[in-house]
């Protein structure tokens, strides 16, 4: 089926702007793949030095250029509970590269590192530049040309992100991309939103709120609600870079570990050295990239990929703007509800149909292009499926059900929860944002109220403490971008902005800092961008000036005369505290070099 006529001509209008940089990216794919994909042009002491550790046989295959090789790239490490499943799989796919005549390699590791962990603290302004240094990582390791193609074994916010950005930019290479799955259910989410807001209120202790926090983070595989981690999961699997129905099977199960095998065979099926080359540079194209941005809209996902998908697009040539996120939102209904956009957790969402359901309804709808090229061949159709593990222990699929088993969670397209996505774009004389409508009620998306202006989220946190803010309001927290101290996501502003929304009041959140995928009930315009280092509008807004968020009609207004806020001067703030400490001066150079978060805020100049 083809994608409706929106949907093509949204894509058309992305392929004709990234007409001149898509035909240098493929050039440059081209010509790598003829320096590469092989080990001929290696010289003798190059392949000493590749094949040193191995045996004496794959020595002399790897020396002959006799099989595929394939490089992994892993994010393993053993404090984290999403990357320590990891830790088994590169002898998975060792053990699976030699069935299947290959051989594999560990070519390198990435950082990993945990929002969850680093939320309120310094290491958080770390966190988005991780990214960038991930991306980096992964091709010092692939850097070494001794692989036909590349795993890459990762979870969490930054990494896949960074991982697809890398995999990209080593195009010619055939890609698979390999997750690790969610942790078991534990306490459910909303359960755990109330305990710390009886925490923020003073009603419970520290003993309580830590409980409650490891009953819900309790074991290995991802967070179980529906952040970024989980959307990078729908991501790689809906643009074909996962084999059919690998995200959401749990780790540590037969299942989950038949999938690696199989994944890891796929990849050296589709290497240059057999008949279905499959080099992902050119496997992702606009189409995907599109489907990438419906499936967002559609399972009401993460914001933070408003910035890492424009940034992944352009690592492969294509130009993706928030325009065009914005107008597939308007053309894509919401057909998943999980937490925070509803109550279910991820599991959940798997158990009621998972991607398999939703990517066949959206396949029917014409929301999605079906012909499109994945590591499974030709057509996205082989992905409306349920993978199960069979008798003989290896992957068999089967059907996605026809009925959704939980329509709490998940409906067909002809039930949406609402007609549009789950992200929209505002614009204004503030500048332009991100909100994430979903998980905000109907009643709650227009605010108009004074501005309460603070330069940090410890900030709001004082004065609510201090009894200020039990009233209506819109608070701006300012210097929160990039170049400013690294984007870090303001979570601590959740609980809080909640309470008082929760009191009757009227709040809403204005910030060039991000939320990600945990944002929730209240109303918050994310990304503002340009920010305020940069002199954006956001920098000029004053105590009691009047905004008006609207998330129904997709604008952001402050209530100043233009020729009032032109006068007005955005505050010379020091910000020298957020300059080091816990690695922070080691990354100066980041913060100098990035990018505006509406163009992926890159630090290494990768724009479309």
Same mark, same amino acid.
């Given at each position: 089926?083809?994608?409706?006529?929106?949907?093509?001509?949204?894509?058309?209008?992305?392929?004709?702007?990234?007409?001149?940089?898509?035909?240098?990216?493929?050039?440059?794919?081209?010509?790598?793949?003829?320096?590469?994909?092989?080990?001929?042009?290696?010289?003798?002491?190059?392949?000493?030095?590749?094949?040193?550790?191995?045996?004496?046989?794959?020595?002399?295959?790897?020396?002959?250029?006799?099989?595929?090789?394939?490089?992994?790239?892993?994010?393993?490490?053993?404090? @984290?509970?999403?990357?320590?499943?990891?830790?088994?799989?590169?002898?998975?796919?060792?053990?699976?590269?030699?069935?299947?005549?290959?051989?594999?390699?560990?070519?390198?590791?990435?950082?990993?590192?945990?929002?969850?962990?680093?939320?309120?603290?310094? $290491?958080?302004?770390?966190?988005?530049?991780?990214?960038?240094?991930?991306?980096?990582?992964?091709?010092?390791?692939?850097?070494?040309?001794? !692989?036909?193609?590349?795993?890459?074994?990762?979870?969490?916010?930054?990494?896949?992100?960074?991982?697809?950005?890398?995999?990209?930019?080593?195009?010619?290479?055939?890609?698979? !991309?390999?997750?690790?799955?969610?942790?078991?259910?534990?306490?459910?989410?909303?359960?755990?939103?109330?305990?710390?807001?009886?925490?923020?209120?003073?009603?419970?202790?520290?003993? =309580? @709120?830590?409980?409650?926090?490891?009953?819900?983070?309790?074991?290995?595989?991802?967070?179980?609600?529906?952040?970024?981690?989980?959307?990078?999961?729908?991501?790689?699997?809906?643009?074909?870079?996962?084999?059919?129905?690998?995200?959401?099977?749990?780790?540590?199960?037969?299942?989950?570990?038949?999938?690696?095998? =199989?994944?890891?065979?796929?990849?050296?099926? &589709?290497?240059?050295?057999?008949?279905?080359?499959?080099?992902?540079?050119?496997?992702?194209?606009?189409?995907?990239?599109?489907?990438?941005?419906?499936?967002?809209?559609?399972?009401?996902?993460?914001?933070?990929?408003?910035?890492?998908?424009?940034?992944?697009?352009?690592?492969?040539?294509?130009?993706?703007?928030?325009?065009?996120?914005?107008?597939?939102?308007?053309?894509?209904?919401?057909?998943?509800?999980?937490?925070?956009?509803?109550?279910?957790?991820?599991?959940?969402?798997?158990?009621?149909?998972?991607?398999?359901?939703?990517?066949?309804?959206?396949?029917?709808?014409?929301?999605?292009?079906?012909?499109?090229?994945?590591?499974?061949?030709?057509?996205?159709?082989?992905?409306?499926?349920?993978?199960?593990?069979?008798?003989?222990?290896?992957?068999?699929? =089967?059907?996605?059900?026809?009925?959704?088993?939980?329509?709490?969670?998940?409906?067909?397209?002809?039930?949406?929860?609402?007609?549009?996505?789950?992200?929209?774009?505002?614009?204004?004389?503030?500048?332009?944002?991100? &909100?994430?409508?979903?998980?905000?009620?109907?009643?709650?998306?227009?605010?108009?109220?004074?501005?309460?202006?603070?330069?940090?989220?410890?900030?709001?946190?004082?004065? !609510?403490?201090?009894?200020? @803010?039990?009233?209506?309001?819109?608070?701006?927290?300012?210097?929160?971008?990039?170049?400013?101290?690294?984007?870090?996501?303001?979570?601590?502003?959740?609980?809080?902005?909640?309470?008082?929304?929760?009191?009757?009041?009227?709040?809403?959140?204005?910030?060039?800092?991000?939320?990600?995928?945990?944002?929730?009930?209240?109303?918050?315009?994310?990304?503002?961008?340009?920010?305020?280092?940069?002199?954006?509008?956001?920098?000029?807004?004053?105590?009691?000036?009047?905004?008006?968020?609207?998330?129904?009609?997709?604008?952001?207004?402050?209530?100043?005369?233009?020729?009032?806020?032109?006068?007005?001067?955005?505050?010379?703030?020091?910000?020298?505290?957020?300059?080091?400490?816990?690695?922070?001066?080691?990354?100066? $150079?980041?913060?100098?070099?990035?990018?505006?978060?509406?163009?992926?805020?890159?630090? !290494?100049?990768?724009?479309?």
């Amino acid at each position: 089926m083809t994608a409706r006529s929106d949907i093509e001509a949204i894509t058309e209008r992305i392929r004709e702007r990234s007409r001149a940089s898509r035909e240098i990216y493929l050039e440059r794919i081209e010509r790598a793949a003829g320096q590469s994909a092989n080990r001929a042009v290696l010289s003798c002491g190059n392949l000493a030095h590749g094949f040193a550790v191995c045996s004496p046989s794959e020595k002399s295959a790897l020396g002959g250029d006799k099989v595929p090789n394939l490089g992994i790239i892993t994010s393993y490490n053993d404090m @984290l509970s999403a990357h320590q499943p990891f830790e088994t799989y590169p002898q998975l796919i060792k053990q699976a590269a030699r069935e299947a005549g290959g051989i594999a390699q560990v070519a390198g590791g990435v950082p990993a590192m945990c929002d969850g962990v680093t939320q309120g603290q310094p $290491g958080m302004e770390l966190s988005l530049f991780s990214r960038d240094i991930i991306a980096m990582a992964a091709a010092v390791g692939l850097s070494h040309n001794m !692989f036909d193609a590349a795993v890459f074994l990762g979870v969490c916010d930054k990494i896949v992100p960074g991982l697809a950005i890398a995999a990209l930019t080593f195009g010619h290479l055939p890609a698979v !991309f390999i997750p690790a799955g969610p942790m078991p259910s534990g306490l459910a989410n909303d359960e755990k939103a109330k305990v710390r807001q009886l925490y923020a209120e003073g009603k419970i202790g520290r003993p =309580e @709120l830590l409980e409650a926090e490891s009953k819900s983070y309790h074991g290995p595989g991802t967070c179980t609600f529906y952040g970024t981690a989980n959307s990078n999961q729908m991501l790689m699997e809906i643009m074909g870079l996962h084999t059919p129905g690998a995200s959401f099977v749990n780790p540590g199960t037969p299942l989950r570990d038949a999938l690696t095998k =199989e994944a890891a065979k796929q990849a050296l099926a &589709i290497t240059a050295l057999g008949n279905a080359y499959m080099p992902v540079g050119r496997m992702i194209d606009e189409r995907s990239i599109v489907n990438g941005v419906v499936g967002l809209h559609a399972t009401g996902g993460s914001t933070n990929h408003t910035i890492h998908l424009i940034a992944m697009a352009a690592a492969a040539g294509i130009r993706l703007t928030w325009q065009d996120i914005s107008d597939l939102s308007d053309a894509t209904p919401l057909l998943a509800r999980v937490y925070p956009n509803g109550l279910a957790d991820v599991n959940h969402f798997h158990a009621a149909g998972g991607l398999g359901f939703l990517i066949r309804e959206l396949l029917d709808a014409g929301l999605l292009h079906e012909d499109v090229r994945t590591i499974w061949g030709e057509g996205l159709r082989p992905y409306a499926v349920e993978a199960k593990l069979g008798a003989d222990g290896s992957v068999q699929r =089967e059907a996605a059900p026809e009925q959704s088993g939980d329509e709490k969670v998940l409906v067909p397209a002809t039930k949406a929860f609402q007609h549009t996505g789950g992200l929209k774009v505002l614009s204004g004389n503030v500048g332009h944002a991100v &909100i994430k409508t979903s998980a905000v009620k109907p009643e709650r998306r227009v605010i108009e109220a004074p501005a309460v202006v603070l330069d940090s989220q410890q900030a709001l946190n004082d004065a !609510f403490k201090a009894g200020e @803010l039990d009233r209506d309001f819109v608070a701006v927290i300012r210097f929160q971008g990039p170049r400013a101290n690294g984007m870090p996501e303001l979570h601590k502003l959740t609980t809080i902005l909640g309470i008082l929304q929760d009191r009757g009041h009227k709040v809403a959140l204005v910030t060039d800092g991000r939320m990600s995928g945990a944002s929730g009930k209240v109303p918050a315009a994310i990304h503002v961008t340009p920010e305020a280092l940069e002199g954006g509008v956001i920098g000029k807004i004053l105590d009691g000036d009047m905004i008006r968020l609207d998330g129904e009609n997709g604008t952001l207004e402050v209530f100043v005369p233009e020729a009032e806020l032109k006068t007005r001067k955005v505050p010379l703030i020091d910000l020298t505290e957020n300059e080091y400490g816990f690695g922070r001066e080691l990354f100066a $150079g980041f913060r100098q070099m990035a990018g505006r978060a509406d163009e992926g805020a890159s630090s !290494f100049g990768i724009v479309a």
